[in-house]
């Protein structure tokens, strides 16, 4: 049979015929009242029992690789199976109706999921969503069950209220959408679980709009209960094809490790018998290795005098050009100050004779004078602390930080946004440089944060095993995923001068400054979602890089 003659086949029978069998009993048959409370438990604790099951063994297939097709269907199952099993369990009343209501409404939404597309799925990490539906499910139904004074009334003499049928109708909508997407799944691949998850969702879907031609203990309100019995079962049938095919793997495993088994049992036979002839080889081996054992000796201890001699010649020339480095950075700034300088002179003593181009040309000789003194001196920066000695002592990190704040200009005036809470937290560092660590953190803490946002910093430390861990949390603009190691390097910048103006050595400083006292920094951060980043000091003093 083609697969559109059978996805009709199942809309007809799992849809139209459902939906237009309950429509028509519960608006042309008796509406007298039947009610049997024993039955209608049954019907619904036995269809919670199925969903239960096969939303566990969803959960043991999801366990061989993460899937938005299976994880949005397992979740709405146990969802399902939850809530129904509360309302199977309830007195009637306005708990026990609205319970049922929630389990069509989650159940809908979770199954309408399946849409989503499976990049946006995978950056969920899947299992958190289905997760967090099942406690709110839960929770929810809890409240329904332990409030029913609050809740409006789900049925009259007359009919569901209009408040419970656009529930049920939100619930059904989902599974109909859920539907549309299984069908053509199996349009695609022709799946026998596409098929079945469509007449799960379909007869779901048909028997939420029957709400608006039933109510309470009639002989369509029954009738609806058992096409959801129906769906229920229908389900299983693939959990129990699933079954079949983990049966049918384990034995195929079986077989093919029973095969190799053999075959290694005749390779290690063979092998046995060349063991013997290769010890023999070996001690002959052996006698010849102990000789060049003495012979590498004589080479080991003169290639270790070269290595000496060569690392200190290494030492010398780092050394060297480390102190080249130094003085070609600082002997820069005299004429940039003097460029700067004679930009001033020119600015205010010819200012009325230039036009408006040479005023912005030298405009622009005087904000690249300031750039590039800005850029010298966070070289400067870097250069000191690669170079300068290391003192590590007790610093108080709550008074360092506070002093840090009103020291620098475009700290203070965000002081209240800035939440330190580091009482009593004593470290051990060199005050220059957590000082420089900080401040830098700080203040690109409040620096990158998206226009009109104002910046919202939280400092505060933690006891680790054998460091103790700072974290700096802002509400930023926060760096993708691949950019967090990329950030830590010299001259790195993820934005324009224009947008976010800086050097792009700041976190170069941060990172050198950490490691010279034996720590570690790493930063948690996703795009749009704000950063933080985690320093790391030892708990004791160790001897600085």
Known sequence: MKPAQTIGIVILSAGIVPFSAAALIGSFVSNAARPHEPLHAFLEIAGACMAIAVAMLLGLRLQRGPSAYLVWPMAALLCMGVLDTLHGSSEPGPS???????????????????????SQAAGLRLFRPAIIAVLIAVLSGLCVLFFPAALPAAWTPHGYTLLAKLVNTIGGAGFLLAATYFLQSYQRSAGFNDLVFAAHCLLFGATAFAVWFSNV???????????????????????????????????????????????????????????????????????????????????????????TERTAELREMVTQLDSFSYSLVHDLRA?????????????????????????????????????????????????????DEVKIEEVDLHSLLNDIIHQYPDLEE????????????????????????????????????????????????????????????????????????????????????????????????????IERMKGRIRVESELGQGSAFWVELPRHEKAPV
């Open 96 to 118: 026990w109706a609205w319970l049922r209501e929630l389990s069509t409404l989650f159940g809908g939404l979770l199954f309408a999921m399946v849409w989503l597309p499976p």
């Open 217 to 307: 203990w009639q002989l369509g309100w029954w009738l609806w209960h058992f096409f959801r019995l129906l769906a229920y079962i229908i389900i299983v049938t693939a959990a129990y094809r699933f079954v079949r095919q983990m049966q049918h793997t384990i034995e195929e495993y079986n077989r093919e490790l029973e095969k190799s088994v053999e075959h290694r049992t005749l390779e290690l036979a063979a092998k046995n018998t060349l063991l013997a002839a290769e010890i023999q080889e070996r001690q002959q081996i052996e006698l010849a290795l102990r000789q060049s054992d003495a012979r590498l000796h004589q080479v080991n201890e003169a290639l270790e005098a070269r290595v």
């Open 335 to 387: 004429p940039l100050r003097a460029m700067n300088a004679f930009a001033k002179i020119l600015d205010e003593e010819y200012r009325p004779r230039l036009d408006d181009r040479a005023a912005r040309y030298l405009s622009r000789i005087g904000s690249a004078a300031a750039r590039m003194d800005h850029l010298i001196q966070d070289v400067l920066s870097y250069t000191r602390v690669t170079r």
């Open 414 to 513: 965000h002081a209240p946004r800035i939440v330190v809470d580091c009482a009593s937290t004593i470290v051990h560092g060199n005050t220059a440089f957590l000082t420089q660590t900080f401040s830098n953190l700080l203040r690109n803490a409040v620096k990158f944060v998206p226009p009109g946002t104002l910046p919202r910093v939280r400092v505060w430390s933690e006891n680790g095993e054998d460091c103790i861990r700072i974290c700096v949390r802002d509400n930023g603009i926060g760096i993708p995923a691949d950019k967090h190691a990329q950030i830590f390097g010299v001259f790195q910048r993820l934005h324009g001068e224009d947008a976010y103006p800086g050097t792009g050595i700041g976190l170069a400083i941060v990172k050198r400054s």
